[in-house]
């Protein structure tokens, strides 16, 4: 067990000050049958789970500044919740340092997501007791990659994505044709199709010739992409 807990630090890079810490957090509550929980990782999970928030929040903070508190609190749950916390656990691949009850490894607990959720918290919780701040941040910038590269990159276009698919289809590539105008000068409403040779054709409306093209690719992109 002592080779599982060495090759974690390794991955994580970092060797623990205080090493029954780092074994506490791998310390599923069922390890030794359950006699004594509180030699699990219960406690470091309750821990870590607030520095996780803070974490998660103070990225979010500097990462997001023209985003009211609304979205915030939406990207925040996106980055904690127990299925985020799972795969984090997976990247470093946790799961082979857990101590378990042999009951609980038959079951599969070494791949169960509450489990691993729950000790990657308690991860969280003892790096911080060990070495700070800067030690559990060191940890969420890496573990937690994905998950913030994607909250940042900027969703592809309705016509980024039509062009995409017909290109990878072997379509030709998507064709806009302005279909008409209605409404004031100061308010304009177009109306766009975009056909797609192979494929088929949507009607779309917008404030702008730009909004109207967007709205109809939009629309033949799920129409089409969704029928395969």
């Known amino acids: 067990m002592a080779d599982r807990i060495s090759a974690f630090e390794t991955r994580i890079g970092r060797s623990f000050r205080d090493r029954s810490l ?81 009951a609980e490894e038959r079951m599969g607990g070494r791949e169960k997501e509450s489990i691993l959720a729950d000790a990657c918290e308690a991860v969280i919780g003892a790096l911080y007791l060990d070495g700070g701040l800067d030690a559990a941040r060191a940890f969420f910038d890496t573990a937690w990659a994905e998950e913030l590269e994607g909250l940042t990159q900027r969703p592809k276009d309705g016509k980024s994505r039509l062009q995409e698919w017909a290109a990878a289809k072997g379509f030709g590539a998507p064709v806009y044709q302005v279909e008409g105008r209605q409404g004031p000068d100061h308010r304009p409403i177009f109306t766009v199709t975009v056909r797609v040779d192979g494929a088929g054709e949507a009607t779309g409306e917008g404030g702008s010739k730009q909004a109207a093209q967007q709205a109809a690719a939009q629309a033949l992109f799920e129409k089409e992409a969704a029928d395969g």
């Open 22 to 102: 780092l074994e506490r957090a791998l310390t599923h509550a069922s390890h030794g049958d359950g006699r004594n929980r509180s030699e699990s990782n219960e406690r470091l999970e309750f821990l870590g789970d607030r520095v996780l928030g803070l974490l998660a929040a103070a990225w979010l903070h500097g990462a997001f500044e023209s985003i009211d508190e609304g979205g915030l609190a939406h990207r925040l749950n996106v980055i904690v919740n127990k299925s985020a916390c799972a795969r984090a656990a997976r990247r470093c691949r946790l799961g082979d340092a857990l101590r378990l009850s042999p």
